[in-house]
Nanobody, 118 residues
Framework: QLQASGGGLVQFGGSLTLSCTAS????????MGWYRQAPGKQRELVTTITYGGTTDATDSVKGRFTISRNNANNTVWLQMNSLKPEDTGVYHC??????????????WGQGTQVTVSS
């Protein structure tokens, strides 16, 4: 399962940090990341990071958001700076988990609200 924390209300230009930890029957966690869903919109990729540290991010957050992870405890962080109202949404933690050498599945966190006021 994934347990996320962080989020909240912040003013335009402010910062927030989200964290998420994967727990349970885990052999390894290939990819961790964050997706978000704004009101009335589909869920979209924010940023991801692989076990080896390779990152991917949507263009709108590049240079403002930084993703990092600790493989030892299967935790991922999202440092969000220079927040804008369009960053508002429910942020969902994501993990692609191997529970053995050959069994894997996706996990989603419960979502945490991020609201940026103008």
């Amino acid at each position: 399962q994934l347990q996320a924390s962080g989020g909240g209300l912040v003013q335009f230009g402010g910062s927030l940090t989200l964290s998420c930890t994967a727990s349970g029957s885990i052999f390894s966690v290939k990819t961790m990341g964050w997706y978000r869903q704004a009101p009335g919109k589909q869920r979209e990729l924010v940023t991801t990071i692989t076990y080896g540290g390779t990152t991917d991010a949507t263009d709108s957050v590049k240079g403002r958001f930084t993703i990092s992870r600790n493989n030892a405890n299967n935790t991922v962080w999202l440092q969000m700076n220079s927040l804008k109202p369009e960053d508002t949404g429910v942020y969902h933690c994501y993990a692609y988990v191997y529970t053995s050498w050959y069994i894997s599945r996706e996990y989603w966190g419960q979502g945490t609200q991020v609201t940026v006021s103008s």
